[in-house]
């Protein structure tokens, strides 16, 4: 299971390395708008920042809605870094262009999926990675966990190839949940990741083993 980083935040994602667990970044308009990043230069240089700091795969949304604008906009920032994986929004014409992409050998992420009949169209289209966002299904009192069984399953009943990215992950049981259904990909904040690590009986049993470690110091 691959642990990627939702943000784009360069000390976040230089922490989240450090750990030694990142598999890889997810980025969307919104995040790179909450860095303040501005201006298709200052994007593309800060995807660049990204891909120097993680080993995996960084995913970089389009904005365009129309099918050359994203072929555009998805060539050149493939051309940026052989980690970039182009990200593209569940809609006709991101179908169109994931095809497009597919056939040129550009990895995609097809982003805001919230139903399987949207991950059956991106796996056909030859998606890289599906990105169901369960936290958002969750928001709106629908099972965002059970739309990723049915993902499963349907990607297992056909062999497809094209990796569920567990996405709008927002705490760590959607991790583990993700685990047991057997997601490819999660991918949330840094403090979903680091709360799987936390257990108060680790905490009071090192506190112990301190302690007694000092009587024999
Ligand atoms: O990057 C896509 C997705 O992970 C967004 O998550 O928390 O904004 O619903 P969230």
Redesign the pocket.
């Known amino acids: 299971m691959k642990f990627f980083i939702?943000t784009a935040n360069l000390a976040q994602i230089k922490e989240a390395q450090e750990l030694g667990i990142l598999d890889g970044v997810?980025t969307?308009p919104s995040?790179m708008a909450k860095e303040g990043i501005k201006g298709i230069d200052a994007i593309k240089k800060h995807y660049v920042d990204i891909c120097n700091i993680v080993d995996g795969d960084v995913s970089a949304e389009v904005i365009s809605t129309d099918l050359a604008g994203m072929i555009k906009e998805g060539e050149e920032f493939a051309a940026l870094h052989p980690q970039i994986v182009v990200k593209v929004p569940m809609i006709p014409e991101g179908i169109k262009a994931i095809k497009y992409f597919t056939g040129k050998g550009i990895r995609t992420n097809c982003?805001l999926v919230f139903s399987a009949g949207q991950a059956l169209l991106a796996a056909k289209a030859g998606a890289s990675y599906v990105?169901p966002?369960i936290?958002?299904l969750d928001d709106v009192s629908t099972d965002g966990l059970g739309l990723i069984e049915d993902i499963r399953l349907i990607y297992d009943n056909y062999g497809f190839d094209t990796e569920i990215l567990a996405?709008?992950v927002?705490h760590p049981m959607h991790i583990i949940e993700c685990a047991k259904i057997g997601a490819d990909v999660i991918?949330g904040p840094l403090s979903a990741i680091t709360a799987l690590a936390k257990h108060p009986l680790t905490d009071t049993g090192l506190a112990t083993f301190l302690a007694d470690a000092k009587k024999f110091a």
């Open positions: 939702d997810t969307n995040l982003t990105s966002f936290g958002r996405a709008s927002r991918t």
